[in-house]
């Protein structure tokens, strides 16, 4: 079932997920800073291991697996904080923004079946 303009009840309704957007960029960014501090400094295990496989190669090796550790960690936090940032932001879209532009006639609306104003 496709969203129905509350005014002209046209079909052609869009969605713009503005707060699924940036929740997504900013839960990103912020665990990849978390994942890459937290593994770098040995809380999270992720450098650690990858230093202790890389001794195989020697110091540079060790430098190399420390460094891949910590960036693999950095990348697990950051898909983690930025999917929990993502399905946060759908929440405030669907029930708290105007999440919804009629291309017909303009109109930013919420979900109708939750908001009062066009009853």
Known sequence: MSMQCPICRSHQVITLDRAKRIGGAVGAVGGAMSGWAASSSG???GAEIGSTVGLIGGPVGSAVGSLGGALIGALIWATTAGVT???????????????????????????????????
């Open 85 to 119: 940032g993502a399905k946060l932001g759908q929440v405030i879209d669907q029930k708290v923004l105007h999440n919804y532009v009629c291309q017909n006639c303009g109109l930013q609306f919420g979900d109708v079946h939750t908001d009062q104003s066009f009853e």
């Open 43 to 45: 809380a999270v295990v």
